[in-house]
């Protein structure tokens, strides 16, 4: 780290949360793409005071991380919450909220789903899957709050959409970056890991055609899937997808 000391200055003064253009960006994509469901905001904390001192009632209930998702997105329900109102490990690990578990690292549990052929193969499809716990980080708690909502900057952006809208919203990333996003999808742990974890630690969207739990959890369409963008990379990817609208 760089040496600090007060009488050295690093940088501008961080700016406010852009509230008024990120809800201009939300309207823009109910327009261009129609979005139905309201982009949900994620935002990782990691002590007690910044968890108690984000400005959202803590959730009474317990269940899984892609249903507090659905809660937002659909019914602008937002919350926060710690390990304690989770119900599925999978998310938990994955935001590092707790350790994981030689059982899982093993591939043991991902093998006794029967989507794998062997422990083996289980134990490679695991270690590939992006999850905060490893790192030398622990999380205390996380808000989930509809975009629109948002008074501070959240970490992370989901967006529920069609395939239709992941094409439009992938075209608006490459109209500025000419380059293709590097997808990180395995079908496992679609909302935890590969739309929030992902984004999170690659500064990079991606594109998720979710997972069987939250499919059956949240009772999602066959045609439903989602797209995570990094916050920094969510106003240029609305005005992207505003620029490439097709006329037919």
């Known amino acids: 780290m760089p040496y600090k000391h007060a009488n050295i200055e ?42 108690n001192n984000y400005p959202i009632a803590e959730t009474n209930n ?21 390990l304690e109102h989770h119900r599925c490990d999978g998310a938990t690990t994955a935001f590092a909220l707790e350790e994981s578990t030689q059982e899982i690292e093993s591939g043991e549990v991902y093998f006794s789903y029967q989507l794998y052929s062997s422990v083996a193969v289980a134990r490679r499809m695991r270690a ?26 959240p970490d992370v952006i989901l967006m529920v959409t069609n395939v ?22 395995g079908a496992m742990q679609g909302f ?8 999170y630690l690659t500064g990079e969207m991606n594109v998720s055609v979710l997972c069987p739990s939250t499919r059956m959890l949240c009772k999602w369409s066959e045609n439903d899937m989602a797209v995570g963008i990094p916050f920094e990379l969510f106003e240029m990817i609305t005005e992207g997808t505003a620029a490439t609208k097709p006329n037919y």
Do not use: W
């Open 192 to 199: 935890c890991s590969e739309l929030t974890v992902t984004p």
């Open 128 to 153: 590939a899957i992006n999850s905060l716990h490893r790192m030398p980080v622990s999380t205390y708690g996380m808000a989930i709050v509809p975009l629109k909502d948002c008074v501070k900057t």
């Open 10 to 51: 690093y940088g501008l003064p961080h700016q406010e949360y852009p509230r008024e253009r990120i809800n201009a960006c939300i309207d823009s994509l109910k327009e261009v793409i129609h979005i139905e469901r309201e982009p949900v905001g994620i935002t990782f904390l990691f002590n007690k005071e910044d968890y």
């Open 62 to 82: 317990a269940t899984a991380y892609c249903v507090m998702v659905k809660h937002a997105a659909c019914y602008g329900k937002g919350l926060k919450c710690r």
């Open 164 to 185: 239709y809208q992941s094409m439009r919203l992938v075209q608006g990333y490459e109209y500025f970056t000419g380059k293709k996003p590097v997808i990180d999808m």
